[in-house]
């Protein structure tokens, strides 16, 4: 079955802990982004990136890095996570770069106290 | 600045009604346009879209409509059903860059 996977679906989590969110795909897609949902905000990009080893910034970066070693895998990595971080947070990949219709996963609620 | 607005927050509209959402967009570089929906503790999955060069885009009883001009575009659902109760996400697209609106909480009365 083609997916996005992430993990995990919900953590509760201390400030300044790192933690990271996983997130794997097995369509052989090339592009893969991170989104938070934040009530009223609608989803705002965090990263994204257009093949391996290829990352960009999006609209909220701050407080977040990423890789992409491999075409499956994008992980996000909170260093030191803060309560401003507590959010709903989403995966989605792409066999187009950037365009068109973008498959996400079933999204991964994150509270930092 | 939000560039994508869907100034709905909620929608409520009886079972076999039309249902129509809406959504407003600030860039005129943006090309292409899509709907996505969302239940609850799950992902957005992609409705429909649109591209600029078209006005309208039907799919079974889902209709996508865009005024290049108003920066608008709608989304018409009709019949509406019990199981289109969702939250509704518009996303404007140009060049990588893509935005998505709050999203409007559709219910469908039975």
């Known amino acids: 079955e083609a997916q996005v996977t992430q993990n995990p679906r919900y953590l509760i989590t201390v400030t300044g802990k790192k933690l990271t969110v996983t997130c794997s795909q097995n369509?052989?897609?090339?592009?893969m982004s991170w989104y938070r949902q934040d009530p009223g905000l609608g989803l705002r990009q965090i990263y994204y990136s257009m093949n391996v080893e290829v990352t960009d910034k999006g609209d909220v970066p701050e407080g977040y890095k990423v890789s992409r070693k491999e075409k499956r895998n994008f992980p996000l990595i909170l260093e030191s996570p803060s309560p401003n971080q507590t959010s709903l947070y989403f995966c989605?990949?792409?066999?187009?770069?950037?365009?068109?219709?973008?498959?996400f996963g079933e999204g991964s609620r994150l509270t930092v106290l | 600045d939000q560039q994508v607005k869907q100034n709905s927050p909620s929608l409520s509209v009886q079972e076999g009604r039309i249902s129509i959402l809406n959504c407003d967009y600030t860039n005129s570089m943006f090309d292409y346009f899509l709907w996505y929906k969302k239940y609850p503790a799950e992902g957005p999955t992609f409705l429909i879209s649109?591209?600029?060069?078209?006005d309208k885009n039907e799919d079974g009883r889902f209709t996508v409509f865009l005024n290049k001009s108003a920066k608008h575009l709608s989304l018409h659902i009709v019949p509406s059903q019990p199981g289109d109760s969702a939250v509704y996400f518009c996303a404007v697209y140009n060049n990588n860059d893509m935005r998505f609106g709050a999203g409007t909480r559709l219910t469908v009365k039975p």
């Open positions: 369509m052989n897609h090339e592009y």
């Open positions: 989605a990949s792409s066999p187009f770069q950037g365009v068109g219709e973008l498959f």
């Open positions: 649109i591209s600029s060069i078209k």
